[in-house]
């Protein structure tokens, strides 16, 4: 079992890439 630190350090890593991804989509439906 990896340390809950590490681990909340991952889910935020995933987070943020999940979230920069929405942000491109929303910018490319925004330009459109």
Known sequence: ???KG???I???E???KTLKQ???SQQL???E
Do not use: G, L, Q
């Open 1 to 3: 079992m990896p340390e």
């Open 6 to 8: 590490w681990s909340n």
């Open 10 to 12: 991952t889910v935020r």
């Open 14 to 16: 995933k987070t943020a």
């Open 22 to 24: 929405i942000a491109r």
């Open 29 to 31: 439906t925004v330009d």
